[in-house]
């Protein structure tokens, strides 16, 4: 074993193109993101044909800018991690083709990275993780509890039964007429608002599970109700009212998981990472509870190459290998 391993991450999954260079799965080298926001915003979501187009324009560009900006070349890299799944599949087929060619082309080991998994390290990359911990992972995807007692394993113990959190901070928002991507523009607003709307907490039972589509369908029935007796939403107050619900089920969720499970360390994943809502409300929640709490700053939450370089890193210690063989998947287990 190489006492630095240098991984190059490549990660397509949905709307960013992206690559990075990461030593030992702690310290990012360089990074380079092309992000296709300008390009789906008229469309006021991810276009998925657009996106693999947009990534098949990008990839090569992001892959030699990032050796560039590391000052580092292709034979300096001791294995390249891919973003293999979930996600968009024509997305996620454009990075793996790069991968893949790569890998074999420079004879470099190649590593599936579930982008899950990925979420969870960009905490990596900030401190080092201590086990066992709970991590909370909260996307546009995804909404999931996941105990992890040593590094690269996986064990979920709750899920959302149908909506992701991410995905109905963007519906929300698109209600509320704000512009695609939503969820960060309805956090800002929130904080200029007051909860005043009368919102359902979603699922208040006994289970590590979460359910966003009741919360998503009461605001929507709460913008219609108002629009038809003539009264004008108060965008900022629905804001506060949704975020306070939404961040109140997740709370709920966690405490319950860290207390049961005896939690020491509690780590959060994911775009909605970046909420300042949930980060206020975890950082008190571990305050009260005496647990130790990791949130990677902002510029790690949303999607990134080097939380895939950053997990590529333990896949690769754990003894994962992908070969030419290696197919994305559009949707997938974390194991
Ligand atoms: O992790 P990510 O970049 O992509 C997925 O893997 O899904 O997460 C994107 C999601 C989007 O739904 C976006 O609206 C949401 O994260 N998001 C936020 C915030 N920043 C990003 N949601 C609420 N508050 C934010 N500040
Ligand atoms: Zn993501």
New binding site residues.
Partial sequence: MKKNMYILGIES??D?TSASIVRNGVEEIATVIASQISVHKDYGGVVPEIASRQHVKKITLVLEECLKKADMKMKDIDAIAITYGP?LIGSLLVGLEAAKTLAFINGKPLIPVH?IAG?IYANSLVEELQFPLLALV?????TEIIEMPEHYKFNKIGGTLDD????C??KV?RVIGLEY????K???LAKEGEPTYKLPVPLKDDSYNFSFSGLKSAVINLAHHEEQIGRKIKQANLAASFQKVAVESVISKMRKAIIDKKAKTVIVA???A?????RKAMEKLAKELDVKLSIPPMKY???NAAMIAAAGYYAYLDGRRGDLTLNSKSTDVLK
Avoid: F, M, R
Avoid at 181 to 184: E, N, R
Avoid at 274 to 278: D, F, H, I, R, V
């Fill in positions: 999954s949905c960013e996600g982008h979420h909260v996307s546009g995807g995804h992701a959190i991410g995905e901070y963007d928002a991507p939503g969820g960060p309805v956090d800002k994911g775009g909605v970046a909420n300042q809502g949930l939450c949303t999607d």
